[in-house]
């Protein structure tokens, strides 16, 4: 049976690399392979089309099984990772209410904002604190009186060697989030030192945050976020090891809040590098018991990449990013609700947001497999590339005086504010696509009657932002600023397509431009052709269109486009679908407006709003 399944691979023999590529190479009939087929990072590397096993031969971390330094392959020996839901409520009451709730729907982990300590134990009576996770945020200055109140309720419970939980102590967030200044790492190491002995009695109990959520959801690359996360932590070791404190100690007590977006793969990778990176940081600092340096995350869907016209599709990027964190082993998962970027997401949007981690529980049963990624070429090579882009950055940071210095002197949130600058570039030249923002969008939707107040600064500080603060800005917004002012427009402008001559050409052209100018909100009307622009004129002149597209081919536009300017006489706006080579020519007669895959989007739409919205 053995020799009958192996001559059954005889008819697909072995075929090396270089075959493979002069295959490629032949079918790409000239084309520059690297130019084509090789992707180029956001991170700063480049990313092959194929991997074979040669590629990973020389990584020394693919040996490692889970649960085994360095970790790479998961901290754990089950990926049975716990379902968040962030409680977001008025009163403690209210907050308990909803949370009892959930618990009863399958959630394993809650998450609260506590404004007073003293209404705690209304907030989380009727909950079993030995079973579920408990995930406390406040003001950094109250850290300690929620720790010693969250501890008191754990030791009254009994549950002290059983539970799992973390308080938030975050001094950076003022700094990141709104440009504070004041960084006194005296008062902060002091006040750590207070924060770790009143958790002491708590084994389970976290409470030195590294929030590099808030640095992705800010437009940070991957690397970046991963590189500032490493050096966050590290800050927390050096810190409070000078301060006489253990590395056991401080490692154990570190929980990693970081956001995870829709690269897919990438962030898969990400993960894994940094358990890798983290328990050889951890390592240096001489910790009695290597199992301290095992790094507790917990994974926070993006919010940067969400958008308020056809919300819907913030389900399709989360649910890749939900399946992204369960499959690199991530200890907790949060999956933001769809409707956040506009409202108080609501019950049906929370509940959907459980049932997406729950499909790939109970459905998927990903909470069965352990490091499903492990071993494939392309994931290890991807692991092993971003690990050395981040440890530039960890590196870079060490030397600068280390992430508290960099935080305090602005450059972690300037080199986090110029990457999002540049992903707000993508998207406005459609390189980073947002389906249903900047590509296909839904024409005829409005969104201006669903936007709620927006969400509120819980860090205790100023919302004020100052000048080295994080931006914040989602990719979607400036596409969807455009689409607002259509909507508050007195007439909402039409877009006209003059679809003649070739008919491949013309239809193409036209699915073009009507995604092209519907990313602005304008009203489109398509038709199937004419015989003479001067038919196709009339027409748009009688439907009191704005703007009128001339759809065609390359070859047709040096005839057809100086009649059909001419025909329409200033009537409305006129533009050439396309990038002909007699775009010059036709400039020379006036026309001076081309839509084509080159162009920026965001900025065209924008002139054309300046025009139409403003008369």
């Known amino acids: 049976m053995a020799e009958k399944k192996e001559r059954l691979f005889d008819q697909f023999p072995p075929t090396s690399y270089q075959e493979w590529r002069a295959k490629v190479e032949t079918d790409l009939k000239g084309a520059d392979f690297d130019k084509k087929l090789v992707w180029r990072t956001n991170e700063g590397f480049n990313v092959q089309p194929v991997y074979r096993a040669e590629d990973i031969a020389d990584l020394k971390t693919t040996g490692s099984l889970p649960g085994q330094y360095p970790y790479v392959r998961g901290t754990r020996t089950d990926n049975d990772w716990l379902t968040r839901q962030d409680i977001i409520a008025d009163s403690p009451e209210a907050a308990n209410a909803v949370a009892v709730e959930v618990l009863g729907k399958g959630v394993t982990s809650l998450g609260f904002t506590v404004d007073d300590p003293s209404g705690l134990d209304i907030m989380l009576r009727g909950i079993d604190l030995a079973k579920v996770e408990i995930n406390l945020r406040c003001c950094p200055k109250k850290a300690v009186a929620v720790a010693k109140a969250l501890v008191s309720l754990v030791e009254a419970a009994g549950c002290a060697d059983t539970f799992r939980g973390s308080v938030a102590y975050d001094p950076l967030k003022p700094v990141l989030r709104h440009g504070a200044k004041d960084v006194d790492t005296a008062a902060i190491a002091a006040r750590a030192c207070e924060l770790l002995d009143a958790v002491a009695p708590v084994a389970g109990l976290r409470c030195l945050a590294v929030e590099s959520v808030i640095l992705g959801n800010a437009g940070a690359f991957i690397y970046q976020e991963l590189g500032y996360a490493l050096a966050w932590g590290a800050a927390w070791l050096t810190l409070l090891t000078d301060a006489g404190r253990s590395a056991d100690e401080v490692a154990s007590r570190i929980k990693f809040d970081m956001c995870v977006s829709s690269n897919f793969f990438m962030e898969i990778a990400k993960f894994r590098a940094a358990r890798l990176l983290w328990a050889q940081i951890v390592e240096q600092y001489k910790p009695a ?42 200890d907790s998962i949060v999956t933001t609700p769809f409707d956040t970027p506009y409202r108080t997401p609501d019950t049906f949007s929370e509940r959907i947001a459980r049932n997406q981690q ?62 999002c600058v540049r992903r707000h570039t993508d998207v406005a030249r459609r390189k980073e696509i947002l389906l249903g923002t900047n590509q296909y969008p839904n024409i005829n939707e409005t969104a201006a009657s669903k936007i709620e107040k ?121 533009v050439v679908a396309g990038a002909p080579a007699c775009m010059d020519a036709l400039k020379a007669e006036g026309i001076n407006d081309f839509v084509h895959v080159r162009c920026n989007v965001l900025d065209t739409l924008r002139d054309f709003n300046n025009r139409l919205l403003n008369k």
């Open 289 to 330: 018991d290597l199992a301290s340096a095992k790094m507790h995350v917990c994974a926070f869907t993006s919010r940067f990449n969400q958008t308020i016209y056809d919300a819907h599709v913030n389900l399709l990027r989360s649910q890749t990013e939900t399946f992204s964190a369960c499959v690199a082993g991530v």
């Open 454 to 574: 927006g969400e509120s600064c819980h860090c205790g500080c100023s919302a004020e932002r100052g000048e080295h603060a994080l931006c914040g800005k989602r990719a979607a917004s400036d596409f969807e600023e455009l689409r607002l002012a259509t909507e508050a427009a007195a007439k909402r402008p039409k877009v006209f397509m003059l679809t003649i001559g070739n008919l491949a050409m013309r239809l193409a052209r036209a699915q073009f431009s009507t995604n092209f100018f519907g990313c602005a909100g304008y009203e489109i009307i398509d038709n199937l052709g004419f015989e003479t622009v001067e038919a196709g004129v009339d027409a748009a002149v009688a439907a009191g269109a704005d703007v009128v597209v001339l759809c065609s081919s390359d070859d047709e536009y040096a005839e057809l486009a100086p009649k059909a300017f001419k025909a329409l006489a200033g009537r409305a706006e006129f």
């Open 358 to 419: 729950f499909l790939l529980k109970e459905e998927s049963h990903m909470d069965k497999v352990v490091d499903p990624a492990g071993g494939s070429y392309y994931v290890e090579v991807l692991t092993d590339s971003l690990a050395k882009e981040a440890w530039k950055l960890f590196l870079a940071t060490e030397e600068a005086g280390g992430f508290f210095a960099a935080a305090a002197e602005g450059k972690v949130a300037d080199a986090v504010n110029d990457s």
